[in-house]
């Protein structure tokens, strides 16, 4: 642990505002004299004290409990002291005030859950998952995060490497008893293990691409010429009016957005201003706007008007949609009583005024994005677990095609295992540990 992460540190660990109890966390190694100075007795561990807790000047703050975590059986593997009083935050910032005149500093946001990691309480997946758990925006989203905190997803992790280790004992075996009449290798059934290996590497790879999709969710972004009913389609999506609706054209000048779950999966809804030529430089700027939306997107919706169906103009859009980006086209305003072609592929029949046709779009928005139904097996990933586990793949995709040459086959094996120990941490850099616990919230 270096000096940044020593000493006593404190922080308020309940959220901000009025509540009916809040919270004062402390940390740090040897706490007692600082407990004996600040209760003016030495808490029994892991026993609520009802007390009063007073300032240096012995003078009293407030009335409430008290509990005491020794180390290492505490959530930081530290001395652990915490202060349940009353939520006003006038009283909490005197007490917090108190601690640091009693020689305690400020947390940094995530530095509890850092010393947790550091003192081997969490690794570095688990770690990451307290934030994602506080952070989950649906049911789905936090019980992934809480299969990922409970080490279920660390467990697949070391399931891998461990695999990894025992193959690459075999090849140095291999490579350090070339005269030796045994083929380690072909004794151990290498071939096989490392065909398990890529089995159980894809599978935990699509569950941690489902959980990213709850973490993270997709970008839908809402485009087509003016007075389509884009405004209306995200009202109808959201289930109340954000955006305003009327039959001028151009009424939409800039992007509106908003999120809404599907499934638990968290849509980002972006409507945007109607694509047409125009001389009016506010609604230009929010075309600009709306092609820069479209950049940054998952899936694109282009709505157009199911009277007049696709034409010239939504070809010149679609001409220019990136050739990666899926495009759903919307044939909207069927509430008209249009008579309707039959459905193509990646086209909807829908009217935003009456909600046809919605549920058939939240399921191939869902398709589109890749979600399938939640299983036990999700875990809440992030875009780094992705990018290791995508590299330990690819790694042991080379490996199958080096095991003629042993030194490219080990060293592939070694690569793989790199990568799948970066997502526990076994192997990180002091910068993107700062990285990821400057994330958290401070008290976490």
């Known amino acids: 642990m270096t000096s940044a992460d020593s000493g006593i540190i404190a ?20 706490l007692g004299p600082f407990i004996e100075a600040f209760l003016g007795f030495t808490p029994q561990p892991r026993h609520a004290h009802l007390c009063v807790f007073r300032d240096p000047q012995k003078l009293p703050l407030d009335e409430g409990i008290a509990l005491f975590f020794p180390a290492p059986n505490s959530f930081t593997g530290e001395d652990v002291l915490e202060l349940q009083g009353h939520g006003g935050p006038a009283v909490l910032q005197l007490l917090l005030a108190s601690c640091f005149e009693q020689g305690a500093r400020p947390a940094q946001p995530g530095e509890f859950t850092r010393r947790a990691y550091l003192n081997d309480k969490l690794d570095l997946a ?22 990922s905190l409970s080490g279920e997803f660390s467990a697949r992790i070391h399931a891998l ?52 999709l709850l973490r993270e969710g997709i970008r839908v972004v809402l485009i087509g010429q003016p007075n389509v009913g884009k405004s209306s389609l995200l009202n109808c999506l959201a289930g ?35 694509l047409r030529d125009t001389e009016d430089e506010v609604e ?20 157009v008007d199911a009277q007049h169906g696709v034409t010239a103009a939504e070809q010149t859009i679609m001409a220019r949609m ?29 009217s935003a005024k009456t909600g046809a046709g919605i549920d ?28 290791a586990l995508a590299e330990a793949a690819q ?17 592939e094996l070694r690569l793989a295992q790199l990568a799948l120990s970066r997502i526990t941490g076994e192997f990180s850099a002091d910068d993107l540990l700062g990285e990821i616990f400057g994330r958290f919230c401070i008290g976490k």
């Open 240 to 274: 109340q009016e954000l955006a305003i609706v009327t039959p001028i054209a151009g009424t939409t000048r800039d992007t509106v957005r908003e999120t809404i779950l599907i499934e638990g999966v968290p849509l980002h809804i972006i409507d945007t201003a109607g």
């Open 322 to 350: 990136p050739t990666s980006l899926p495009l759903l086209t919307l044939h909207n305003k069927i509430d008209l009583g249009l008579e309707l072609p039959n459905a193509a592929a990646n086209t909807l029949y829908v």
């Open 161 to 212: 490497v461990s695999g990894l280790t025992d193959l690459r004992m075999l090849v140095e075996a291999s490579l350090d008893f070339p005269e030796e009449d045994i083929d380690f290798l072909a004794a151990a059934d290498a071939s096989g293990k490392l065909a398990t290996l890529q089995l159980a590497l894809q599978q935990l790879r699509s569950n941690a691409q489902q959980g990213s």
């Open 11 to 30: 922080a308020i660990a309940t959220a901000p505002g009025r509540g009916g109890i809040g919270v004062v966390r402390i940390s740090g190694p040897q």
């Open 126 to 147: 688990q770690a990451e998952s307290v934030a994602d758990l506080i952070d989950a925006a649906s049911g789905a989203a936090a019980r992934c995060a809480l299969r």
């Open 360 to 387: 058939a779009l939240r399921a191939a928005l869902l398709q589109i994005a890749g979600w399938q139904p939640e299983g036990e097996g999700i875990f809440m990933a992030r875009e780094r677990h992705l990018v």
């Open 284 to 303: 230009r700027m929010g075309i600009a706007r709306t092609w820069a939306a479209v950049d940054q997107a998952t899936v694109a919706l282009l709505l």
């Open 395 to 411: 790694r042991i995709e080379r490996a199958q095609h080096q095991r003629a040459a042993l030194e490219f086959f080990a060293e």
